[in-house]
């Protein structure tokens, strides 16, 4: 019988998940595994648009109403957190 993941165990792999599809949908060939334990501001060095932002936050708040059994309102709440704390940041638009 396999092992039963703790809620901790279910969190780590939800925030890999999540970063890993941030990367993918901002068209990005990194991983969580590239990032993984640097101190510095990695999510500096990469960017998205804010329709690829507010696409990863929708896909986001799903895939956590999913695995962590949270209502809408807690899974948007918790994905803007992970938004915040490791969302990439936007390109300058064009004209400024």
Do not use: C
């Not at 039963?4 to 279910?10: A, G, H, I, V, Y």
């Not at 807690?74 to 938004?83: K, L, N, P, T, V």
């Amino acid at each position: 019988m396999a092992k039963r993941l703790s809620r901790e165990e279910k969190q780590k792999n939800l925030v890999v998940e999540l970063i890993n599809e941030m990367f993918k949908i901002a068209g990005h060939s990194v991983t969580y595994y590239d990032v993984e334990g640097r101190q510095d501001a990695w999510y500096n060095e990469w960017t998205m648009t804010e329709e690829q932002y507010n696409q990863w936050l929708k896909w986001g708040s799903q895939l956590i109403r999913k695995k962590l059994h949270l209502t809408k309102k807690y899974a948007d709440r918790e994905m803007a957190m992970i938004g915040l704390n490791w969302g990439l940041k936007f390109e300058k638009p064009i004209n400024q």
